[in-house]
């Protein structure tokens, strides 16, 4: 199992969009479509689908989150061909940051918002080995400009296998006074890449729930750990859900909790679904008495 994976926030739109996606990359599928009744949200539908060989989730709970380009998610591909249908179909209907066209670091580079609002940056990379199709990309702009290496850091402490693999600079003389901060840090945790960097333009967004990183955790152990570790903003601790030091949203989740989630007795889903709609940190226990009736 995937120990972090990517969760995406959306209104209505989370099985739409997940079928968009799996229809652009090879080896995606739709892997489960549950829907979780009585929510604050009323009913919330949550997917779990795999892009490109990696695990992904997403839930329609609605507008309270907005997707922003804060986090995006990074695309390498081999051929010009790759890059120009892809670029075609995530552009549609969207909003383009930065338009299709040579860069220094890529011949063939773009970054657009898709038409549900996820954010995605497109990169022809003919010569580099693709162990990992889709990166995670954080930008720490505004409030949290300058942070990139030190959340680096933070994360690559936290999580056991961790290290980071390389860090680039803007230069002294960069024409927007960037000069020292993280134009691109490479890290890895637990056997998966991301990315981080900074930007001084002022954006005006910021880090929401609308993206996180759900940690699978098998022990009640795992549990208390991440979120001692993790854990910053009390009041957002919420279902699991919890904030860290640098507004970037997480969910601590027990790996049970995924058969849970597919049992076929709806009564069942819905007394553990009640069960930890009150929690703030998940408790093995209490879920395991909720599914168990």
């Known amino acids: 199992?995937?120990?972090?994976?990517?969760?995406?926030?959306?209104?209505?739109?989370?099985?739409?969009?997940?079928?968009?996606?799996?229809?652009?990359?090879?080896?995606?599928?739709?892997?489960?479509?549950?829907?979780?009744?009585?929510?604050?949200?009323?009913?919330?539908?949550?997917?779990?689908?795999?892009?490109?060989?990696?695990?992904?989730?997403?839930?329609?709970?609605?507008?309270?989150?907005?997707?922003?380009?804060?986090?995006?998610?990074q695309v390498v591909c081999k051929t010009l061909a790759e890059v120009d249908h892809l670029w075609k179909q995530l552009s549609k209907g969207g909003s383009i940051m930065m338009p299709l066209d040579a860069y220094p670091f890529s011949e063939k580079y773009g970054w657009t918002e898709d038409k549900y609002g996820l954010s995605w940056q497109i990169m022809y990379l003919?010569?580099?080995?693709?162990?990992?199709?889709?990166?995670?990309?954080?930008?720490?702009?505004?409030k949290?400009?300058?942070?990139?290496?030190?959340?680096?850091?933070?994360?690559?402490?936290?999580?056991?296998?961790a290290a980071i693999d390389g860090l680039s600079y803007y230069g002294e003389n960069d024409e927007q006074g960037q000069g020292g901060k993280l134009m691109y840090g490479a890290f890895n945790l637990e056997g998966q890449n991301f990315v981080a960097m900074d930007s001084a333009v002022a954006h005006g967004f910021e880090f929401s729930e609308a993206i996180s990183f759900?940690?699978?955790?098998?022990?009640?152990?795992?549990?208390?750990?991440?979120?001692?570790?993790?854990?910053?903003?009390?009041?957002?601790?919420?279902?699991?859900?919890?904030?860290?030091?640098?507004?970037?949203?997480?969910?601590?989740?027990?790996?049970?909790?995924?058969?849970?989630?597919n049992t076929k007795n709806r009564v069942q889903l819905d007394r553990v679904t009640q069960a930890f709609l009150p929690m703030k940190k998940m408790n093995i226990a209490e879920l395991k008495k909720a599914y168990e009736g």
Not at 144 to 161: L, M
Not at 236 to 258: H, R, Y
């Open 144 to 161: 949290q400009y300058g942070k990139a290496k030190e959340a680096i850091e933070f994360y690559t402490s936290v999580f056991t296998n």
């Open 126 to 142: 003919p010569d580099q080995l693709i162990a990992q199709k889709i990166t995670p990309t954080l930008l720490f702009t505004d």
């Open 1 to 73: 199992m995937q120990k972090i994976v990517t969760h995406l926030w959306f209104d209505k739109e989370a099985l739409e969009a997940a079928e968009f996606y799996t229809n652009l990359f090879d080896h995606s599928s739709i892997d489960s479509v549950v829907t979780l009744n009585d929510t604050p949200s009323g009913s919330a539908e949550s997917i779990v689908f795999t892009l490109a060989g990696q695990s992904f989730m997403s839930i329609s709970a609605g507008p309270i989150f907005k997707l922003n380009p804060s986090v995006s998610l």
């Open 214 to 261: 759900l940690v699978n955790c098998d022990t009640q152990e795992e549990i208390d750990y991440y979120w001692e570790k993790l854990s910053f903003v009390p009041e957002a601790e919420q279902c699991g859900w919890l904030k860290d030091k640098f507004g970037f949203s997480w969910q601590v989740s027990p790996t049970i909790m995924n058969d849970m989630m």
